[in-house]
């Protein structure tokens, strides 16, 4: 569903852009000669089913995986993302399916975990609690106190802190892995409504999901991985939920394979 004026998304400049990609795990190659470009204030999904090839693809955007070949050019300078934490300073954050969130802390403890704001040799509790309102407010995400234990939360509040914990560091590109895999349907709705506001700010969104109402809720371009390859890039407005099966299963209209 893209926003008012989406259509000059196409003509900025890629924020991210991913060619050539390949990576194999022994004789299975994850990925073959994959591209990929996102773009500020759009949502592309990654859809395939099990096996495609998706989180291969994550883990070399997030910096978890080096491919064996292509190349990764990060706001037009080719770069290697050999690390989560160069991906993560070069603007390029990830919220993975597990949250790697921590349940007996609070929502700013969580928020801040690891990159603690500090007045000399001690943490500014009162600037992390500001802030952590600020960025809640920002993404319209709804807690009933930033100092209540994140086990306290539902799902879809927990999603939203791991996106809003991600956002600190003013990346670029949001990548998130099976965002609602987990969720009911009410929290669903809050992490997609969530997800358009982080692109309606103006953030590219890679959205890797198996849910097509998910994806063509809230999608601007669809890309479509089979065993590992490129099968199918698709406008999400104009494309039908029988053309993106088909580029998964791989099955023409004809009823053949490819």
Known sequence: MSVPGSGDVLDEPAALTLRGISHSYGAVRALVDVDLDVRPHEVVAVVGDNG????????????????????VVVDGRETQLTSPGLARGLGIATVFQDLALCEDLDVVENLFLGQE???????DEVAMERDAW???????????????PLASLSGGQRQA?????A?????????LD???ASLGVTQTAEV?????????????????????VDVQAVADRVVVLRRGRLNGEFDADTASYEQIIAAITGVRRDGGAR
């Open 52 to 71: 495609a090839g998706k989180s291969t693809l994550v883990g070399v955007m997030s910096g978890v995986l080096v491919p064996d070949a292509g190349e």
């Open 117 to 123: 704001i500090r007045h000399g040799p001690l943490l």
């Open 134 to 148: 600020r960025l809640l407010a920002q993404l319209a995400v709804r807690v009933p106190s930033v100092r209540v």
């Open 161 to 165: 802190v791991a996106i809003a914990r």
């Open 167 to 175: 956002l600190l560091g003013e990346p670029r590109v949001l990548v």
């Open 178 to 180: 099976e965002p609602t």
């Open 192 to 212: 997609l409504r969530l997800i358009e506001r982080v692109r309606d700010n103006g953030f590219g969104v890679v959205l890797v999901s198996q849910n097509l």
